[in-house]
């Protein structure tokens, strides 16, 4: 973990989203120095699934060191945000620091995204971290510090990442755009960057998305807290950059990473948006314009599946079956397989006991997973993993994307008996 220096005593930080996950960790970190904190967040009342609300993270920030201002603002409204900006220079003098965190996510194709999620992502990621920074900037210009950080990964224009989830992607890069361009236009007055993790990080709503157990392939938002705080002791003049968490903290001389680990040696889900993830990703650089393709861990390809293997992986699955796990999940799935023993197959993972079968499912499906079905024996038997599969484009997802995120851990418990 990275030591507190001190150097933020006294600056104020404004942070969107700070009511929980990496926004709080961000202004706690900060909070330790003695900095003011202003949380501009929407949560004012508690979310029925996700813990925290402005004033809860004020009560943490204040016994942390530092000191708190807590703002109801959805960044949408623009009126919300120059409220919050007005009475955080009116109670701590000025703003040193802005932290852009704010972000919706929906990992669906186009035909699959409700304008209205359209508009929830290129709003809140896109325009209310443009509208916020503009806010601020007059504040931000007059500071000794000056600094703002955005929550957003590098600009990747590998068709991968948008073939899956466009309208996310854009919304995402719409952030990441803010800093090309700000960057360049405040130059020696405003330091702005963006900040990405490497892995997957573990919050409240990776646990609503994941469920129990998704947090043995995360890191600590710890990672990303330390990540920022190295940027914030940076000059003005380090601007521009998109820095990934692990690589800053390597800088800083930062070896033992099991510290951010939540189950330390266990593998850790590769974050969107960046090809060179450890033993998944090879790039094809034997044509112009050539595309990184994902490629599974192992050197050599693995056997296809023998005669029947798609019946004997469900029937295994069936065989292990318990209503805890009914109960943990309560969706119901629906394999279309192309390829040899392929065809419709569902599991009930809903009604008393589960199922699974040929055909399709009694009751409507809440999830529609499209593959072949070697890709599906590989990815039941761990030889192919769900979110690398997703990624590249060999599993194809309708339906409810958190409920299909939760039958990983079951293909994870899968794994030793397959």
């Given amino acids: 973990m990275l030591p507190n220096t001190g150097k933020l005593a006294g600056c104020t930080v404004f942070i969107t989203g700070a009511s929980r996950g990496i926004g709080k960790a961000i202004a706690l970190k900060a909070a330790k120095d003695g900095a003011n904190i202003v949380i501009a967040a929407k949560t004012a009342q508690a979310h029925p699934k996700l813990p925290g609300t402005i004033y809860t993270a004020a009560e943490e920030i204040k016994a942390a ?26 109670k701590f003098g000025g703003i ?3 932290v852009n965190n704010a ?23 896109t325009r209310g971290t443009y509208l916020t920074s503009k806010a601020c900037i007059p504040y931000l210009k007059k500071s000794k510090i000056a600094h703002i950080l955005n929550l957003s990964p590098p600009l990747n224009l590998n068709p991968l990442w948008f073939k899956q989830h466009c309208a996310y992607t854009i919304a995402k890069y719409g952030m990441s755009m803010c800093v090309l361009g700000m960057a360049e236009e405040f130059k020696g007055e405003i330091a702005v960057n963006a900040l990405w993790p490497k892995t997957a990080i573990h919050t409240a709503a990776m646990d609503m998305l994941g469920g129990s157990g998704i947090e043995n392939q995360c890191r600590k938002v710890d990672i990303i807290a330390d990540a920022a705080y190295c940027i914030f002791k940076k000059p003005k003049s380090f601007t521009g950059n998109f820095i990934i968490d692990e690589n800053i903290l390597k800088e800083e001389g930062i070896k033992n990473f099991d ?61 292990s079956l318990t209503d805890d796990v009914v109960k943990a999940t309560q969706a119901i799935y629906q394999f279309e397989l192309s390829g040899e023993d392929g065809g419709t197959w569902f599991l009930d993972l809903k009604n008393k006991g589960g199922n699974v079968g040929h055909g399709e499912p009694s009751d409507q499906a809440d999830v529609v997973m499209s593959m072949s079905t070697d890709d599906f024996v590989k990815m039941f038997s761990g030889k192919l993993k769900p979110t690398v599969a997703f990624m590249s484009g060999k599993l194809k997802i309708k339906g409810n994307m958190a409920l299909a995120i939760k039958l990983e851990k079951l293909m994870n418990q899968m794994n030793s008996k397959l």
Avoid: W
Avoid at 111 to 124: A, C, G, S, Y
Avoid at 295 to 310: D, F, I, L, Y
């Fill in 103 to 125: 972000s919706a996510i929906s990992l669906t194709n186009t035909l699959e995204t409700p304008t209205k999620k359209v508009d929830l992502m290129m709003n809140v990621n």
């Fill in 96 to 98: 040193d620091i802005l």
């Fill in 259 to 319: 510290v951010y680990a939540f189950t330390p040696g266990h593998p850790l889900l590769p974050d969107f948006f960046l090809d060179e993830q450890p033993a998944t990703v090879t790039k094809k650089a034997d044509s112009y314009g050539a595309v990184p393709e994902l490629k599974e861990e192992k050197t050599q390809p693995p056997p296809k599946p023998r005669s029947g293997a798609v019946e004997e992986t469900f029937r295994i699955v069936k065989d």
């Fill in 65 to 90: 060191g530092g000191k708190a201002l807590p703002c109801i603002v959805d960044v949408r409204d623009e009126e919300q945000i120059s409220s919050a900006v007005e009475k955080a220079v009116e």
